[in-house]
Structure formats: C-alpha cells, structure tokens
C-alpha cells in the first residue's frame, strides 16, 4: 500500500512539473505575436492566412474578410515589408463577392516576394481611402517570416 501511496506522489509531482514547466515555456521563449489595428479592430478586418508570425514562402495568399467600407471599388492594397522597412511586394486584395455593403466580404492577395528575400518581414492591409483623408486611414498589420 506505502509503494502505491508514493507511486500516486511521484506521479502528481511530475503531472505538477509538466504544467508548470509548459506554462513557462510558451510565457517565456515562445512570444505570441500579435496584430496590430491602426483605426480598426477584428469588427472591420479579419485576416484568416496566414497568422500573425507565421511561416510563409515566397509565394502565399492573404485571405480573410473586410466590411465593405473597407473597400474601393472592389480592392484594397496589400503590401509585406522586409526587416528595414522596405517595401518587398505590394498588391491589391480582391473582393470575392460584392463590396457595396457594410457586411463582411471575404477577400484574397496573391503575394510574390523576390527570391533573395529570406527573413522577418511585416504583412500590412489598409482600407482603400480614396479621399486621401489620413484620418480615414485604417490598416492592420503583423509579423511573418518568409523563409522558403
């Protein structure tokens, strides 16, 4: 019964151990990364692929869904940034259905990075703001990682 009594022990310390010690790993060595919203929030723009701080290649598809607002006639524009700031690939995401609504609309980016870009970068989606007005501007923008 006293090996049972300790064997029961053991195991609860060890099963004690383990939480503790996966709660401090993904605390300490894994930071979550985040979107950040610009004037916007997840109510106007929701970006599906890839996640903040995913592993893309050089090709990949922006897909998600934008309230229609967000949207000038039919596209927004879509660009990833390398470490500095520099501009690696800028184009617009399309609509896949109608945009004149206030509902959400789902949309897709095909992104070309060039080859000899492997690294950090930053995905970046801004509403279409035709009036120019910088206090229209909204965007949503993360970290990813090209690195195939």
Same mark, same amino acid.
């Given at each position: 019964?006293?090996?049972?009594?300790?064997?029961?022990?053991?195991?609860?310390?060890?099963?004690?151990?383990?939480?503790?010690?996966?709660?401090?790993?993904?605390?300490?060595?894994?930071?979550?990364?985040?979107?950040?919203?610009?004037?916007?929030?997840?109510?106007?723009?929701?970006?599906?692929?890839?996640?903040?701080?995913?592993?893309?290649?050089?090709?990949?598809?922006?897909?998600?869904? %934008?309230? #229609?607002? @967000?949207?000038? !006639?039919?596209?927004? +524009?879509? =660009?990833?940034?390398? *470490?500095?700031?520099?501009?690696?690939?800028?184009?617009?995401?399309? %609509?896949? #259905?109608? @945009?004149?609504? !206030?509902?959400?609309? +789902?949309? =897709?980016?095909?992104? *070309?990075?060039?080859?000899?870009?492997?690294?950090?970068?930053?995905?970046?989606?801004?509403?279409?703001?035709?009036?120019?007005?910088?206090?229209?501007?909204?965007?949503?923008?993360?970290?990813?990682?090209?690195?195939?």
């Amino acid at each position: 019964m006293k090996k049972y009594i300790i064997a029961i022990l053991v195991l609860i310390v060890i099963a004690v151990g383990l939480q503790y010690g996966a709660k401090h790993w993904k605390t300490t060595n894994a930071p979550e990364s985040k979107a950040t919203y610009t004037n916007a929030s997840a109510d106007l723009i929701v970006v599906d692929l890839p996640f903040p701080g995913a592993v893309v290649g050089k090709d990949f598809s922006v897909i998600g869904k %934008a309230r #229609g607002t @967000w949207y000038f !006639e039919a596209s927004f +524009p879509v =660009k990833v940034l390398d *470490k500095d700031g520099n501009v690696l690939a800028q184009m617009p995401a399309q %609509a896949e #259905g109608g @945009w004149m609504t !206030e509902n959400f609309v +789902p949309f =897709k980016a095909d992104i *070309k990075i060039p080859e000899t870009y492997i690294g950090p970068a930053t995905l970046i989606l801004k509403n279409d703001n035709p009036s120019g007005d910088p206090t229209r501007d909204k965007s949503i923008s993360f970290p990813i990682n090209i690195e195939y």
